[in-house]
């Protein structure tokens, strides 16, 4: 299948050099249009496909031209050509100047699809990942750059890439920092507290004041299994628990267990029910409170969502206020991971780690889940280190986020079956009595309770539109926030920085619209973070201030070990 020239479509005429480009591309178009004929009832109109003919060799007849002007006529504008010795080499500029025209009309391509809509988006994923893995930059023998220092210095970035790429070899993943220079509970994680409860699933930690006074309502942190807790928790200057202790809350955090062969058969039910539950009762007996403050992040979110609506059909209502950071409950629009999730692949992973499987059970090793969000951002989170680890022998820097972001965590696969089947395949948890959760029809209407719901407008995990659904979901009062940056990036942005921006309704407790974009429509823009605004509505529902308690725990509940405690130093 030649994509460029579809039967019927004239020939057109070509400057010197361009039918060479015009080849290069249509080889890469074949192995496009091999996707497109093994996906049936896809294609692409013969006038957006002559267009796009026309388009490709205009822009390549102009390359050819301004590459015979001289030296420094092309600059290709990409940031992995930025370094001077991609201009500066004719061949080099011409070579990056190319894949990027060839890269763009594979865009083209792919985005003019016309068909089933989540075979045309696998399609897009696939040239997306084809794109980042041919850039030149990738290679030796084409990254000018990389040679440039193979030869400054004698050979002995070479070596060091090679050494670097052995080293990563042996621990089974790409070295995205430094992990050297990090440990958990040292420089990371170091906020002071004691772990007070444990059990199979999880560590309760509570976190030393730094007020006299805190509120009476205790905060609990509920973060994503999926991930470590010490997210919230980097280093003292992005803390989110540093900066809501400083505020005046006694906090509680769940620390996962990163789960082996013992937990190989936990499920959804266990870890709402043991997990949980059992954090939000502990929270409350230590402190004394008949509610809590409770936030769920990722994951963590529609966990306690679902375990907060769960036992309101028992009649309890442990939370006087929900926190939803980045957060699904209506799983209708998962972005990019939807191309992931089809019956067939959900139907191999429960006959393989289901509870149905020959085992009972099995584990979702943690890092092939971190790879698989790391080639959602391929470019960034993958060839980026290719090149800096192995071709120029550069170490990673240290960055704490980073650090975590390797630091991965199994899943039992009932649990994570579980999960994709009713959430990314069928979206039940919305559907009221769909599922049923500990023994109750699930109704997530009975989150009827003030709730703060927070986006990232460039979220590729958590689209920020899926984050608004949730509005729709939840009842009480509702405040929506939005973001800028991404999944991580987004929310782990403390005041002091100054960085980013996000958005707010005109009036906070104004009625929220069906629609994100017609929120987006009437929201205004404020410099900096959105943690003073989460800091204020929270403070409503804190209740008043007491005398900060002396000791953590109490007689049922005495301090275990010290913070971040054992189970979140566990590796996958």
């Avoid at 010795?85 to 083209?108: I, M």
């Avoid at 193979?150 to 050979?155: F, K, M, V």
């Avoid at 994503?224 to 400083?246: A, G, T, W």
């Avoid at 936990?266 to 949980?276: F, H, L, M, N, R």
Wanted: with cysteine; proline share 7%; net charge negative.
């Amino acid at each position: 299948m030649n994509l460029l020239k579809p039967a019927g479509l004239p020939t057109l005429p070509t400057a010197p050099g361009v039918s060479t480009m015009t080849a290069a591309v249509e080889a890469m178009g074949r192995s496009l249009g091999t996707t497109v004929q093994s996906l049936a009832g896809l294609s692409v109109p013969a006038d957006e496909m002559q267009r796009i003919q026309q388009e490709y060799v205009q822009e390549a007849t102009a390359l050819w031209n301004k590459s015979l002007e001289g030296q420094d006529a092309l600059k290709p504008a990409d940031k992995r050509f930025a370094a001077p010795e991609w201009s500066a080499h004719p061949a080099a500029a011409f070579t990056a100047s190319l894949y990027l025209l060839n890269a763009r009309t594979l865009r083209r391509l792919a985005d003019a699809l016309q068909g089933d809509d989540k075979a045309c988006e696998r399609v897009r994923f696939a040239v997306q990942q084809w794109v980042a893995a041919s850039s030149p930059s990738n290679f030796l023998a084409l990254n000018p750059e990389a040679l440039k220092k193979a030869i400054d210095t004698r050979g002995s970035s070479l070596t060091q890439g090679v050494q670097q790429l052995m080293h990563d070899l042996r621990q089974g993943h790409l070295s995205q920092t430094d992990e050297s220079v990090f440990h958990v509970g040292q420089n990371v994680a170091t906020s002071p507290g004691q772990v007070v409860f444990e059990n199979a699933f999880f560590q309760l930690i509570e976190y030393a004041p730094l007020t006299e006074k805190v509120y009476e309502r205790p905060f609990l942190f509920v973060p994503p299994c999926i991930n470590k807790f010490y997210i919230l928790d980097l280093q003292p200057e992005n803390s989110v628990v540093r900066y809501l202790v400083s505020q005046g809350h006694r906090v509680f955090m769940v620390s996962w267990v990163n789960p082996d062969e013992s937990l190989a058969q936990a499920s959804w039910d266990d870890y709402i029910e043991q997990g949980v539950f059992e954090a939000l009762r502990v929270t409350r007996d230590i402190s004394g409170a008949d509610q809590v403050n409770a936030l769920g992040f990722c994951v963590g979110g529609t966990m306690l969502g679902t375990a907060l609506a769960t036992l309101a059909a028992r009649g309890e209502h442990p939370a006087a206020s929900l926190t939803l950071l980045t957060a699904f409950l209506d799983f209708s629009q998962t972005g990019i991971m939807d191309v992931f999730v089809d019956e067939a692949m959900v139907r191999m992973r429960e006959m393989t780690m289901g509870p149905d499987s020959p085992k009972g059970g099995g584990l979702m090793r943690g890092g092939d889940l971190a790879a698989t969000f790391s080639f959602l951002r391929p470019n960034d989170l993958v060839w980026n280190y290719v090149v800096g680890n192995y071709l120029k022998g550069e170490p990673p820097p240290a960055f704490d986020l980073l650090y975590w972001n390797s630091d991965s965590t199994n899943l039992p696969g009932p649990f994570y079956t579980w999960y994709l089947r009713n959430t990314y395949l069928e979206n039940k948890l919305v559907q009221p009595g769909a599922v049923t959760v500990c023994g109750e029809p699930l109704d997530l209407s009975r989150l009827d309770l003030p709730t703060f719901i927070y986006g990232s407008r460039e979220d590729h995990i958590v689209p920020w539109e899926s984050a608004y659904a949730s509005t729709q979901v939840v009842r009480g009062p509702r405040t929506f926030v939005l973001g800028a940056s991404g999944h991580i990036a987004g929310v782990i942005n403390p005041p002091e920085k100054k960085k980013r921006s996000h958005w707010v309704s005109g009036s906070l407790a104004q009625a929220l619209p069906d629609s994100a974009s017609a929120w987006l429509d009437a929201a205004e823009e404020r410099p900096g973070s959105w943690w003073p605004v989460w800091a204020d509505w929270l403070a409503g529902h804190a209740g008043r201030q007491v005398p900060a308690p002396k000791r953590p725990g109490n007689r049922t509940y005495p301090p275990i070990e010290a913070a971040p405690g054992r189970y979140v130093l566990r590796k996958a």
